[in-house]
C-alpha cells in the first residue's frame, strides 16, 4: 500500500523536480526507436541491460536485420554474434527471433494481454513498448524505477507489479508515461554514485 503521508499532489512536485534535475544530461533510452517493431525488439534486449549498451547493440543488430521478417528469418547463431554484449543473450536471441517471425506474420498486439503472449515480452517491457510506439498511458517498471519509487514512499512494494499498480493509483493517467523515462534517466546518471543519488532524493521526499 501507499504511504498514508504521500498524496498525488505531493509526488508530481517530486516528478517534476527528478525532470528538472536530468534536463541538464538528457539521455537516449535504449526503446527509442521510430519503427514500431524495433522498439519493441529493443525493449526485450534492454531488460536487465544497460540502454547505452542495447543501443550499440540494436544499432547492429536493425542494420543487419531491416525488417521484422528478415530478423525472424535468421539464422539464430547470427543473431547471437550480434547481440553477445547483451545479458542473457541465448535466451534473448531465441525470444526476439520467434517474437519478430510472429509480429512479421500476424502484426503487434496493442494491448497488455496481447503483447505479454510474446515470447519475452512481461509487463514492463509491454508498458514501455506501448508507451514508446502508441503513446498510451502505461507505466513501465524496470529496475531503475522500482527502486526510485521505494526510496520516495511512493511504493512499500518490491514486487514490479504491485509497484506498477501503487504508481497508477498516486499519479494521473497524464503522468503514466513520463515516470519511466525520468526515473530511469535519473537512474542512470546517478547508477555509479548511489551517495549522490541518496543525497538528492533526500532532499526531493522533503518537498510537501
Known sequence: MIDISMNSKRAIRQLRLIERIIKGNPMRLAAEWKEKWKVLISTILSAQTRDEVTIVVCEKLFKKYSSAKRLGDAP???????????NFYKTKSKNIKETAKIISEKGIPKNIEGLMKLPGVGRKVGNVYLAEAHGTDAVGVDVHVGRISYKLGWTKNKNRYKIEKDLEKLFPKRYWRSINYILVTFGRQHWTRKRDEDQILKKVKTIK
Open 76 to 86: 539464430l547463431n547470427n543473431i547471437k554474434k550480434i547481440i553477445r554484449p547483451i
